[in-house]
């Protein structure tokens, strides 16, 4: 069991760079924490909730959404139980309710189910 627990969206200017974290609680925080993959989805107003970034447990293996682009960097530190998600040149495209969420699989994490789900974050990017 893994509460995962978002924090670090905001409001931010086109080109502008933000950080997220994504801190995990529960019996499965310690050692527990570095069985589950971790992974990022947004959901923007009126749209459905999209896959953005993923990193495996074990390698580590990391996944990316193709509208990335070389811009967002997932990375964990296991000894936080926290997976961080950097984006750097933001676009108003961008803007959406950000939420991490765990996974003992440790492969194509872009297409398998999450089991445990944070409230997300808000982010916001003007143009």
């Known amino acids: 069991q893994v509460q995962p627990v978002e924090s670090g969206g905001g409001l931010v200017q086109a080109g502008g760079s933000l950080r997220l974290s994504c801190a995990a609680s529960?019996?499965?925080?310690?050692?527990?924490?570095?069985?589950?993959?971790m992974g990022w989805f947004r959901q923007a107003p009126g749209k459905e909730r999209e896959f953005v970034a993923a990193?495996?447990?074990?390698?580590?293996?990391?996944y990316y959404a193709d509208f990335v682009k070389g811009r967002f960097t997932i990375s964990r530190a296991n000894a936080k139980n926290t997976v961080y998600l950097q984006m750097n040149n933001l676009k108003p495209e961008d803007t959406a309710v950000y939420y991490c969420?765990?996974?003992?699989?440790?492969?194509?994490?872009?297409?398998?189910?999450?089991?445990?789900w944070g409230q997300g974050t808000q982010v916001t990017v003007s143009s």
């Open positions: 969420a765990a996974t003992k699989s440790q492969t194509r994490l872009a297409y398998v189910s999450y089991d445990y």
């Open positions: 529960g019996a499965a925080s310690g050692r527990a924490f570095s069985s589950y993959s």
């Open positions: 990193i495996s447990w074990s390698g580590p293996l990391i």
